[in-house]
């Protein structure tokens, strides 16, 4: 059987670098690797549809820097900063020692219609609201290459429009090329859970090859 390998993984550190960089003892990795799942996954439920594009997270002796790309900065940031201030308080509530001090820094996506998470989250939301699932499908590609993308694929498996029986709905448009290693590709993937059952969804993005050394992020 074929191996499927993260195109974001595969590519590291190629085009790509890591979204946590730390060192960590023998008997901190575990600690550490858990620590920022935690944290990644309290983000993504606390900012659903603010357009995260990527949370970056660095560790110090006894500091985190959290990094959070996203296409709608005011939203997470709040009037006056009041709503960073509370998300900084609950991540430290909740996640850090008492020692620890963290940073967190909004940074705003410039290209939002190239973030393969940023896709992913319009059609999730989309597809929640019960919209046809090929419309949904033939606006994010018209978006995408609108945005100046060199090629986009997406995948949409479940039971869609309500059927009994689940099927596979796939869409292609530009090149793809997955092989490649300095081919700048974004992926995503992520379900809908509708009414009739979870529908699985999967976006790659392919801007374009890179021939220098800086990596994307």
Same mark, same amino acid.
């Given at each position: ?7 974001? +993984?595969?590519?590291? !550190? ?25 944290? =990644? /996954? ?12 990527? +949370? ?16 709608? !900065?005011?939203?997470?940031? #709040?009037?006056?900063?009041? @709503? ?9 509530? /909740? ?16 290209? !939002? ?18 919209? !046809?699932?090929? =419309? ?11 945005? *100046? ?9 479940? =039971?869609?429009? #309500? ?16 092989? /490649? ?9 992520g379900a809908a859970?509708?009414?009739? @059952?979870?529908? #699985?969804i999967k976006v790659?993005?392919?801007? *374009? ?5 800086? /990596?994307?992020?």
């Amino acid at each position: 059987m074929a191996r499927k390998v993260n195109p974001k +993984i595969f590519r590291i !550190p190629f085009t790509r670098d890591w979204e946590s960089k730390w060192f960590a003892n023998k008997h901190e990795f575990k600690d550490f690797l858990k620590n920022d799942l935690q944290i =990644r /996954k309290f983000l993504s439920l606390k900012l659903k549809n603010c357009g995260i594009s990527s +949370i970056k997270i660095e560790r110090l002796l006894n500091s985190i820097k959290i990094i959070i790309h996203t296409s709608k !900065p005011g939203i997470i940031i #709040g009037r006056g900063g009041t @709503g960073i201030q509370k998300i900084r308080k609950q991540i430290k509530d /909740k996640f850090l020692k008492e020692n620890q001090s963290i940073e967190l820094n909004i940074v705003e996506e410039k290209s !939002p219609m190239l973030s393969a998470n940023i896709i992913l989250e319009e059609a999730i939301s989309a597809i929640e609201k019960r919209l !046809p699932y090929r =419309r949904v499908m033939k606006k994010i590609i018209r978006d995408v290459s609108t945005a *100046g993308a060199k090629g986009v694929k997406i995948i949409i498996k479940g =039971r869609l429009n #309500g059927a009994q029986i689940a099927r596979s709905e796939k869409l292609i448009w530009g090149q793809l090329p997955l092989q /490649k290693m300095r081919a700048d590709m974004d992926y995503s993937r992520g379900a809908a859970h509708t009414v009739f @059952g979870v529908i #699985g969804i999967k976006v790659w993005i392919y801007k *374009g090859q890179q021939f220098k050394k800086e /990596k994307a992020d």
